[in-house]
């Protein structure tokens, strides 16, 4: 249907239909001031979004419709809205001039990026306060540290907004208290309380969780009261549930020796490691991040010795199997990503693996090289392989051309993993995806494994995707001791032998 405005025709009519689960979420949560949409990655967020600004434009008195993405989403928001609206959305962006022009035009949808909204906030306060303007946030999370300075600037505006709506399909993208500021901006505390430093302590996934059993019964208990106390503004639906047929998701955990060299290098950091934060078995410091920056060269040597050392001439054990394992693939005319937390790796890899027309996405590329690389792995048969970062094409793209996904190496970022291998695991997909895993056997990459299992069955509790009796079932915390026991591993590995 059609509504003139201001002698404007405007056509509000969907150009392509919902999935029954689409217009279920949609009639749910149309009518109300503030929404959140949690659908699991690859079901189709963006049509929900795009029924419900439509909506808002035609029924509630809303006079523009924000879309605040993250930079590299932004082209795709406008091609989908595009695809689907009889709309033209216009961009803000770091040029103030021209955000002067788009805030002052009779734009039906604005499509801006994260950085963007806070940098020209002033502006686009009193933008809120002339016109009846409603949000929605695309990959919430990007709010999840209530600390940033950026998710304070969206607290301020946030009431401004005459409805909000925001979306994630990994709201708890690391921990369980990830979640509450991305609800304090929709509801200012209504539902998970006010004090952040509270709601943290009670849902925080700690090491010492493993040593009380009164701790973990709490723990449990709070978290899996999280989605109960939202979901009166809240859809949820996951790829198991909804009624809706995706090929199979096939996982194999690829077991790999330790190359010569590269293990003496890491038994060399490892000992390091221990004289550094061990003392007497314990941790020296409370800081996990501390701890974690210092893992992370392990990480960086199962990976890639080169990214510690450039004297390191041999192909490591990893680099040796993706090549086999590419072969492989491409040799049946299917295509892979391969995810590598490092750019080095990235770049290497593209240049390693000219012969399959490689494309490349990492953070120190322009966006505009980005999506020129996502257009040619997507419309290029012959481009067989991308390769990329986790913190570059993780959200957002929808690369269903591939169905094998190799991890390279992997952080100790759940969101990372759960988002990165599902840009081939959604809507449109026909083919069975395979989800590799590289792991060197006795590393730092098998605490990794079991830290990201945990993680992964806390945040499906705090979701409502499982009851607290399964999760009991399931809970391991075991990754609590991962420090000693690759410590321990270590020792094994540098033992001389008798």
Not at 445 to 453: A, G, P, Q, S, V
Request: neutral net charge; charged residues 30%; contains cysteine.
């Amino acid at each position: 249907m059609s509504r003139i405005i201001s002698g404007i025709l405007t056509n509000y009519t969907p150009k392509l239909e919902a999935f029954p689960y689409q217009m279920q979420a949609y009639l749910t949560v149309r009518d109300l001031d503030y929404s959140a949409i949690f659908h699991e990655q690859g079901l189709g967020k963006t049509k929900i979004a795009v029924d419900l600004m439509l909506y808002w434009l035609k029924q509630r008195d809303i006079d523009t419709v924000l879309v605040v993405t993250k930079k590299q989403l932004v082209k795709n928001w406008e091609k989908e809205l595009i695809m689907h609206t009889h709309i033209r959305p216009k961009v803000l962006s770091s040029d103030k001039n021209n955000n002067f022009y788009v805030l002052n035009s009779a734009a039906k949808v604005i499509i801006a990026n994260f950085e963007a909204l806070s940098t020209d906030k002033a502006r686009v306060k009193l933008f809120l306060k002339c016109r009846n303007v409603a949000i929605i946030v695309d990959e919430s999370t990007k709010l999840k540290n209530p600390e940033a300075q950026l998710t304070k600037d969206f607290f301020e505006l946030s009431e401004l907004f005459k409805i909000r709506t925001i979306m994630t399909g990994t709201p708890v993208a690391n921990r369980p208290y990830d979640i509450w500021a991305q609800i304090y901006f929709l509801d200012k505390g209504k539902s998970l309380g006010r004090d952040f430093d509270e709601f943290k302590h009670k849902t925080d996934l700690s090491n010492s969780l493993i040593d009380s059993a009164e701790a973990r019964q709490k723990f449990e208990a709070t978290v899996s009261e999280i989605f109960s106390k939202i979901s009166g503004f809240t859809v949820r639906e996951t790829k198991k549930n909804c009624a809706i047929s995706l090929p199979t998701k096939v996982y194999e955990t690829v077991y790999i020796d330790f190359e010569s060299l590269q293990r003496d290098m890491y038994c060399t950091v490892l000992r390091e490691l221990e004289l550094e934060v061990m003392q007497d078995e314990n941790i020296v410091t409370d800081d996990e991040s501390v701890v974690l920056k210092r893992l992370l060269r392990l990480l960086q040597i199962t990976s890639n010795p080169r990214l510690l050392d450039d004297s390191y001439t041999v192909v490591p054990s990893k680099e040796q199997q993706l090549d086999e394992q590419l072969e492989r693939i491409c040799s049946k005319g299917d295509k892979c990503i391969v995810w590598s937390n490092f750019i080095y790796n990235v770049d290497h890899f593209h240049e390693k693996f000219h012969r399959l027309n490689p494309c490349k996405i990492h953070g120190s590329m322009s966006i505009e090289d980005r999506n020129a690389s996502v257009e040619k792995f997507m419309t290029d048969e012959t481009s067989m392989v991308l390769f990329a970062t986790p913190q570059a094409a993780k959200e957002g793209l929808t690369l269903t051309v591939a169905n094998h996904v190799i991890f390279y190496d992997r952080s100790f970022s759940l969101d990372d993993y759960l988002q990165a291998q599902d840009r081939i695991h959604r809507i449109s997909q026909k083919k069975t995806c395979y989800i590799y895993n590289y792991i060197i056997k006795g590393s730092i990459d098998e605490w990794i494994d079991k830290l990201l299992n945990a993680k992964h069955r806390a945040a499906l509790l705090a979701q409502g995707d499982i009851p607290k009796d399964e999760y009991r079932d399931i809970a391991d915390y075991s990754y609590a001791e991962i420090i000693k026991e690759i410590l321990n591993e270590g020792e094994k590995l540098w033992k001389p032998k008798h």
